[in-house]
């Protein structure tokens, strides 16, 4: 069976990571973005530039109309998917409960949770025996700030990632008997770019010193991860979460 994957917000960060090794595991790669064409057919050359198939695939992953677009274009050129990875994702300034607008809520919400129900549904279809698909593996980025609740700073972002939780749960027994398996992953403080869209650059390097192992992650270490539930090597494995955390 030919092996194909979508990874949402996959131009950057842990997104890129994951897609670069998906490549290298023999999946052809849709490398979804939301805006950043330049980096996003970066990571498509440097597939292609050690012999593996890739395709950048521009949507808003919270917008219907675009994400239905995109699985047509990815049906069109690899075929069905047979994993997902909804990676996609967007933090905000610090801010207390009492200081958040409906605009930061309302996105916060939209793209990361919306966005990953609206990509699943239609990666279900497409994998789902219900559906006559051949079966598929699903990974969804939470965070460890699901569990620490991200007090004073962004419990909007914790909220949202608490919702991937209880998504993945109820998910992965839905599909359970339909060759489907769910499963997350909860990155804790990792060197990314994302830490700089909510205005705090150095944040990895402050906040090293309170992991118990003393250092942030690199995106590859939560790529490994990942590609892991995705793998045959996790074939007993459904409904489950990968802290990759360092100990937090």
């Known amino acids: 069976m030919n092996k194909t994957i979508l990874i949402t917000g996959g131009s950057r960060g842990i997104g890129a990571a994951t897609a670069l090794l998906a490549a290298q595991k023999g999946y052809a790669v849709a490398v979804n973005y939301a805006s950043n064409s330049l980096a996003a057919d970066e990571v498509v050359r440097q597939i292609r530039a050690v012999g593996g198939s890739a395709m950048a695939v521009q949507a808003r992953v919270e917008d219907e109309s675009q994400v239905l677009a995109m699985f047509e274009k990815i049906d069109a050129k690899f075929g069905p998917l047979t994993a997902l990875v909804n990676n996609a994702g967007i933090v905000d300034v610090a801010a207390r409960v009492d200081e958040m607008s409906v605009a930061r809520l309302k996105r916060?919400?939209?793209?990361?949770?919306?966005?990953?129900?609206?990509?699943?549904?239609?990666?279900?279809?497409?994998?789902?025996?219900?559906?006559?698909?051949?079966?598929?593996?699903?990974?969804?980025?939470?965070?460890?700030?699901?569990?620490?609740?991200?007090?004073?700073?962004?419990?909007?972002?914790?909220?949202?990632?608490?919702?991937?939780?209880?998504?993945?749960?109820?998910?992965?027994?839905?599909?359970?008997?339909?060759?489907?398996?769910?499963?997350?992953?909860?990155?804790?403080?990792?060197?990314?770019?994302?830490?700089?869209?909510?205005?705090?650059?150095?944040?990895?390097?402050?906040?090293?010193?309170?992991?118990?192992?003393?250092?942030?992650?690199?995106?590859?270490?939560?790529?490994?991860?990942?590609?892991?539930?995705?793998?045959?090597?996790?074939?007993?494995?459904?409904?489950?979460?990968?802290?990759?955390?360092?100990?937090?």
């Open 108 to 248: 916060m919400f939209d793209v990361n949770v919306l966005g990953s129900f609206l990509c699943t549904r239609e990666a279900v279809k497409r994998m789902s025996t219900r559906y006559g698909g051949q079966g598929g593996t699903i990974v969804n980025l939470s965070s460890v700030a699901a569990r620490l609740g991200g007090a004073g700073q962004y419990v909007d972002y914790s909220a949202s990632k608490g919702a991937i939780d209880t998504f993945t749960v109820g998910l992965a027994k839905e599909v359970a008997t339909e060759g489907i398996r769910v499963n997350a992953v909860r990155p804790g403080i990792i060197e990314t770019e994302i830490h700089a869209s909510g205005g705090q650059p150095d944040r990895a390097r402050l906040m090293a010193p309170m992991v118990p192992v003393q250092r942030a992650g690199s995106v590859l270490e939560v790529a490994h991860a990942i590609i892991w539930l995705l793998s045959d090597e996790s074939s007993y494995t459904t409904g489950s979460f990968i802290d990759v955390a360092g100990g937090r």
